[in-house]
């Protein structure tokens, strides 16, 4: 969630970087990602910055793609190449659509900057539906993603951040014992409790296990195709369900966003 901020946008704001919440902090490695997926509720302009410095530095060349701008009715995206103001430092590219956001329900979004080409949909497809693009002569190299929520406005979002490849051989549960986690099966097996997390880590695609201790029942689970940053659950007398750690340990699957 992002909290209700009175700060408008990056074209009144020179620090504007100061108040989104980063994405970094949530282990996203930014700099060899070319989109990033979205859902978001809230009833007007939320925003997406997208810097060259990696250490939100506001100076610096930054893109901003705000959703549901002028009071809900406008989509642009604009690049900044400093913290002057200035008109002749700021490009935007506009569209207006009426109801795109939505206070009670999440909407599906996706941006891209691939080759200096900055789009922006709606839909979970990226490159399908696009409400505004722009093409920047001389792009920047992405170092820093962030979001927010402008206006006094209070946005909910759902950013799905891909899962590095780098398994550190620990699992975790962020809850008590007794839920049961519900994904794409890979199978069901009769093992002790290592002999599972054993099975787990010999596959990539296993995220998450499932085991219950009184009969000894391991089950491997994989996401799928569908982008996640929660483990959905149920409860289940006996259950317990541990996710892959990435990361040195700070990013465990489900536990982190």
Request: charged share 20%; proline share 4%.
């Amino acid at each position: 969630m992002t909290d209700s901020i009175a700060i408008t946008n990056s074209k009144l704001e020179a620090n504007i970087l100061d108040y989104m919440v980063d994405l970094s902090s949530y282990r996203m490695d930014v700099l060899p990602a070319r989109f990033l997926t979205f859902e978001v509720k809230a009833c007007k302009f939320v925003a997406l910055y997208a810097s060259s410095s990696d250490n939100k530095d506001s100076t610096k060349p930054l893109y901003e793609i705000a959703i549901g701008a002028a009071h809900g009715k406008k989509t642009f995206i604009r690049r900044r190449n400093d913290a002057s103001l200035q008109e002749s430092s700021i490009v935007t590219e506009e569209s207006f659509i009426n109801n795109v956001l939505n206070c009670n329900e999440y909407r599906p979004f996706w941006i891209s900057w691939e080759a200096g080409s900055i789009m922006v949909g709606s839909g979970n497809v990226v490159g399908d539906n696009v409400i505004v693009s722009w093409i920047d002569s001389d792009p920047f190299i992405v170092k820093r993603l962030g979001i927010f929520t402008a206006r006094k406005q209070v946005g909910e979002w759902k950013v799905f951040i891909p899962v590095k490849e780098n398994f550190t051989g620990h699992y975790t549960s962020c809850e008590e014992p007794g839920k049961r986690a519900v994904l794409l099966s890979l199978g069901v097996f009769s093992s002790s409790e290592l002999q599972c997390s054993t099975m787990c880590s010999q596959f990539n695609t296993c995220i998450v296990y499932n085991y219950q201790n009184q009969d000894k029942r391991c089950e491997l689970l994989s996401f799928g195709t569908d982008p996640l940053t929660d483990v959905p659950k149920l409860p289940a007398v006996g259950w317990q369900y541990y996710a892959k750690c990435y990361d040195e340990n700070e990013a465990c699957f489900g536990c982190f966003f």
